[in-house]
Structures are given as structure tokens and as C-alpha cells.
């Protein structure tokens, strides 16, 4: 690696990171700052980092400092050691000395600071426009309650009970607003008029466990994604014999972009067409007659083939191949990829699983013993279960993106606080679902994790690295109100003690909570510190 490569790495994987840091830190301690100042205590020094002091500048009473090590940083008030000599000229410049209201004001500022900075943050995003998923039904699950009232795939939302939405957040708002009524909702396709519908919304557990919303608005029959334009190909069909293959993934026709499977069925109308691999491949369809259906085209759904085999996995050892079709598991046949994951979770422990293969257009038979392996949920819970190591041939297309901006300042201020509440009462949840055993440890990241997020969000362009800031910020917020010792929640818990008993706690008294606190808060940046090693750096 030359020094252009290494300077580029160091950009692109350090340079985030620091930035996303340093600003999070700054908020924190101009919060200590600034309200320390405002309530008359003498700031000796305010540093961006720890250890040996880099730049530093005095200015007045207090020495500004940039330091070598950039985890973090504080801020130095005169008299802020219990034990501090502070002669009696000098006191009404003291933090000890000031009262304790004053004391709780200056330590809570740094985490409102953090609060008040993401509520900022997201207001600002808001203002300016937010990228977020556009109100549109991706697809319409057949013979559902949602096609009964008329909804179809791609149907863009105008409103929802007489109300205009914006996103699909707002879509679904609309919805957890309206359980258990009939709505009238207007649609409209593409280039076509718009459609007024009456659907039944039901409420239904909210699958998402951090959320306060125990339940939520739905529609029976609306899928969350729409399938992609990722095909398997029978044998000795039409489309085998034009050159189509399973696995191909179809991007254009005509050149026109396709990328979900109704697209396909434009290959069906009886005209000659020219097709886009995503390989890079072309190949053309001659018009076609009494063809009826894209299955008897030659086409079929992707799930139940297998993109990969896990290597030294069950699967492989079985000698069970990429593009495989599960057809059966002892002797029941799959109809969906839902089917097989629950066939295999529900193993018994005894006779070796049977699965029936289409390989080649020839039927195998495979027998395979299902192993218990530990596999993080979407909502970060460990969930233990047998596998045998396949990953199906499913792709789902991303949802259309559209810029939600506030045109009202004060819109986007209520937003920023609506945000800014969601995500720390999640922040909150999770660490109560934490000690319910509902969600794993293994969530727990530290400085690593931090550094890739900050890196990737970063690589994505200036909003999500705003969010995420935005996001970390609201976590500082949480974790320094922790009543940990050491942290700035311990300090106030120490000073809510002392207005109710009248007087402070013994220097003897804190310095025991400090050191509780210093270990328990050392023993969580071990398990941060493990969980980011185990997840980035030690997996295979």
C-alpha cells in the first residue's frame, strides 16, 4: 500500500469518526461550560481530548485546549474537588460552593446540550428536506382484504381520511391513528386518475418492540417490500431455451428499467423485446403467441432455489449445491421459503432431515442433521435455533425515495422534538428489553462500532451522517443520566440526596460510589470493547 492509499484510508475510515466525535463532545461540554460560567463558577480548562495538550490558548480565566488523545474531552471548574482547599475570598467562584441547585443546573447542562443539539439536528433536516420512503404500496398480496378494497402494487397514497401524506411514515401514522375504523383513502397509479377507497384497518402488535406504540394500524394484504426482477428458470422451457438462466437478474426491457416481478410480465404481450441482464447480458424475445402466463414462459419465483451454501455447514457436508430447489422436507412439499426455515427450526433432534433437491431438472434426495446455532434478530434479540446453512434466491427492491421538507420553521422544530422523543424513548426501551432478556447483550457496541457507523453513514453523504449524529447524541444524552458514580446522573443523584437530607454526603462516602461506579462503568466498556472485537474483528 503506497502513502496515497494509506492517506485515503485514513480519511475515509478515521476522519468520520473524529469529526462525528469531537463534535458530540464539544456539544456535551459547552453545555458544562456555559452554564457553569452563567452561574459564576471560574472555568480553568475546557479540552477537546485527553492527555498531553496538542494547541491551547488561554483566554480570561480559562485555558482552551485541543489534547492528544481525541476520546472525548472535559471541562476543569475551580473548586470542583471536594476535598480542594478554596480560600475564602475565592469561593463564590467555586463549584463546590455554589448552591446546590446551581450545581444540578451546571451538571445536567452538558446531556441537555446533547438533547437540545439533536433536537437541532433533526429539526434542520426536516427544514431542509428529508429523504425518507415515499408513500407507495409496494405490493398487494393476492386474495387479501387490501386487494378486495382495490389497493393494487405501486399505488402512490394522496391522502388518508381526507388528509394529504407526504411519506410513508406519515402513511402509516395515519393508519395507527384510525385502528379498528373504516378510512377512505386516495390513491392513484401512474399516469392514471386518482381512486377513492374505503379499506378496513385493523390494529395489530407492533412488530417493532422498541417503539411505545404497543399496537399499530394495518392493512390485511399490504407487503412491506415488493420481489425483484430475480428469476430461476425451468428446464426444457421457453425461456431456458432463449438463454435465461436461474439467478439471472432482469434490469431493463426495451430499455427501460424493470426492477420488480409484475415488470416481467411485459415479456408476455405477444411483441418482441430486448432484455437487460444485470451480468451485462442481452437477449431477444421474439413475439410470442398463446404464451398465458410468465410461468408458462418459463419463469418462477427465486425463493425456494438456494443462492448459498454456508461452507462446512450442514448443507455443504450433504453436498447440497448453490441453485438447488428445495422441493420437499421428508416428503412435505415447500411452498415458500417461510416453509422450509419452519420445517428445519422444528427439528426434532433424531433421524436426519430428508430434503428432496430439483438439481439439473433431475430430483436428489440429500439426508442432512440440523445444527443449533445462535443468529441475531432484526430487533437484536439472539435467537437460538437448528440451521443446516443455505441462503435462499430472494431480492427485494428498495423502496422509492422522495424530499419531505418543512416549509414552517417552527414544523420542523416540532418534528425535531418528535424525533428527538422517539428515538430516546427507544433508547430507553432497549435498555429495559435489555434486562427483560427480550433483546442480547451483544448489542452493546463501543468505540468501534461507533467508528464504522460514523464511517458508513459518512460514505453515504452529509443527512444520514447528520442523523447518526443526531442519533449518538440522544444516546450521550441517556447514558450520562444514568445514576452511574463517575457519571454526570451519579452527581446528581449525589446532590437530589443532599437537598432531601439537608446536607452533602462525606468525601469518604462519594469516593466509595466513585470507585463502584468507575468499575461497573469500566466492566460496560469491556463488553463494549468484546462485542465490537467479536463482531468486526474476530468473525469469520
Known sequence: ?????????????????????????????????????????????????????????????????????????????????GGDVVPED????????KSVWRRIAIVLAGPLMNL????????????????????????????????????????????????????????????????????????KQ???????????????????????DAMIGDIAGILPYAKGSLVAVKMDSLAYRLGFRTGD???????????????LTFLIDGKSHEVKLASGKDIQVSAQKDIASIDVFGFE????????????????????????KIVAINAEPMKNWDAVLNKIKSYDGKEA???????????????????????????????????????????????????????????????????????????????????????????IGGMISIGKAAKDSYAMGVQPFLITMGILSISLFILNLLPVPVLDGGHLVFYIIEVVKGSPLSIRKIELAHQVGFALLMGLMVLALFNDFTKFLFKS
Open 1 to 81: 500500500m503506497n502513502i496515497s492509499d494509506l492517506l485515503s484510508s485514513a480519511y475515509s475510515n478515521i476522519v468520520p469518526f473524529i469529526l462525528l466525535l469531537s463534535i458530540l463532545v464539544f456539544v456535551h461540554e459547552f453545555g458544562h461550560f456555559i452554564v457553569a460560567r452563567l452561574c459564576g463558577v471560574k472555568v480553568e480548562v475546557f479540552s477537546l481530548g485527553f492527555g498531553k495538550k496538542i494547541i491551547q490558548y488561554k483566554w480570561g480565566d480559562t485555558n482552551y485546549c485541543l489534547s492528544l488523545i481525541p476520546f472525548g474531552g472535559y471541562v476543569k471548574m475551580y473548586g470542583e474537588q
Open 90 to 97: 475565592q469561593r463564590h467562584l467555586s463549584f463546590t460552593h
Open 116 to 187: 437540545l443539539f439533536a433536537i437541532i439536528v433533526f429539526a434542520g433536516i426536516s427544514y431542509f428536506g428529508e429523504e425518507t420512503r415515499a408513500p407507495k404500496i409496494a405490493d398487494v398480496q393476492a386474495g387479501s382484504a387490501a386487494e378486495q378494497a382495490g389497493l393494487k402494487a405501486h399505488d402512490h397514497i394522496v391522502s388518508v381520511g381526507g388528509k394529504a401524506v407526504r411519506s410513508y411514515e406519515e402513511f402509516q401514522n395515519a393508519l395507527t391513528a384510525n385502528q379498528n375504523t373504516d378510512l377512505s383513502i386516495v390513491v
Open 190 to 212: 401512474d399516469n392514471e386518475a386518482e381512486r377513492t377507497l374505503n379499506v378496513k384497518v385493523n390494529s395489530i402488535k407492533n412488530p417493532n418492540i422498541f417503539s411505545t
Open 249 to 263: 437478474e432482469i434490469v431493463k426491457i426495451d430499455g427501460m428499467k424493470v426492477s420488480t416481478w409484475p415488470n
Open 301 to 324: 419465483e427465486p425463493e425456494l432455489y438456494l443462492d448459498q451454501v454456508v461452507p462446512d455447514s450442514p448443507a455443504n457436508k450433504a453436498d447440497i449445491l448453490a441453485k438447488d
Open 353 to 443: 432431515l430428508s430434503i428432496t433437491l430439483l438439481r439439473d431438472g433431475v430430483e436428489v434426495i440429500k439426508k442432512v442433521t440440523p445444527l443449533v446455532t445462535s443468529q441475531m434478530t432484526a430487533v437484536g434479540k439472539e435467537d437460538r435455533r437448528f440451521t443446516i446453512g443455505i441462503v435462499p434466491m430472494v431480492n427485494y427492491t428498495n423502496p422509492e425515495i422522495v424530499k419531505v421538507a418543512e416549509t414552517s420553521i417552527f414544523a420542523a422544530l416540532g418534528k425535531g422534538i418528535k424525533r428527538s422523543y422517539d428515538i430516546s424513548a427507544m433508547t430507553v426501551i432497549s435498555f429495559v428489553r435489555m434486562f427483560q432478556g427480550e433483546v442480547s447483550h451483544k448489542n
